[in-house]
Structures are given as structure tokens and as C-alpha cells.
């Protein structure tokens, strides 16, 4: 697998795990009970996921001379 192709499935993997944490979420957040400390903590993750996705992304757009 080139690294091109490891980046991409990387990708996915964390797009999969940052759909799956909006859902977990949505469900806390309709739970009058829920506990407010693991909510933010799946808040968190769900961001890291973002940024992380980002970052990756980026290394597959190809450099464009100035």
C-alpha cells in the first residue's frame, strides 16, 4: 500500500469513528441524565478527529508552485 493510499484509508477510518461519536453524543444529549464530563470529553475527541482529518487531508493536496 503506497502512502498515498495509507492517508486515504486513514481518512476514512476517522471519518467511520467521528460519525459514530455524533451519534453517541446526539443519543447523551437527549438523556436528561447524562453525564456532562463525558460529553465534553466526546466533544474533544470529535474535534481531534476534525483536525486530524484535516491535517491528513492536506498531505494529499498536492503542492502548487507559488
Known amino acids: ?9 486513514r ?4 471519518e ?3 460519525r459514530d461519536l455524533d451519534v453517541v453524543i446526539d443519543a447523551l444529549t437527549k ?8 460529553l465534553r470529553r466526546l ?4 474535534l481531534q478527529l476534525k483536525d486530524h482529518i ?3 487531508k492536506i ?3 498536492p503542492d502548487v508552485p507559488a
Open 1 to 9: 500500500m503506497s502512502q498515498f493510499e495509507h492517508v486515504r484509508q
Open 11 to 14: 481518512i476514512i477510518e476517522l
Open 16 to 18: 467511520v469513528e467521528h
Open 31 to 38: 438523556d436528561p441524565d447524562h453525564d456532562e464530563l463525558q
Open 43 to 46: 466533544k474533544k475527541r470529535k
Open 54 to 56: 484535516t491535517l491528513l
Open 59 to 61: 498531505q494529499l493536496t
